[in-house]
């Protein structure tokens, strides 16, 4: 199994799966609108503009998992959008660790453990992925987006 047979679903409800971006290198991200973290949202947003052009797609999971999301999608992606002016895709809230973990999460925390293992320890942990669809980093929560440039242009 690859990250591109994983089947995703956008905060409005639409489903893809991740070949949508094969070649593409991702940052993905578990995210939570009232997180004391959710000043990330600015700094990945600027991540994103700054490497769009060179094919980098950020993606937004929202996640009730630690008791710091909205109850619906659509909410979180608005309270993005508005607070943060987000413009990377926001998807549906997921969790992200248990029997209940979303697939991705489920790859993602196997391709790349934690520090104490591979569960995901809190909100605005980052998972960044290589244009083959390797998962070849997990950043901690508390590291900053913008302390992810050396990473990123090593897969842009």
Known sequence: M??????????????????????TPMLIVNTATNCGLKGQFDGLESLYQKYKDDGLIVLGFPSNQFKQELDDAAEAEESCRLNYGVTFPIH?????????????????????????GSQVKWNFTKFLVDREGNVVNRFSPQTKPEDLDDDIQSVV
């Open 92 to 116: 549906e809230i997921v969790q992200v660790n248990g029997n209940g973990a979303h697939p991705l999460f489920q790859f993602l925390t196997d391709q790349q453990k934690g520090m104490f």
């Open 2 to 23: 690859s990250i591109y047979d994983i089947t995703v679903t956008k905060a409005d409800g639409t489903e893809y799966t991740l070949n949508e971006y094969e070649g």
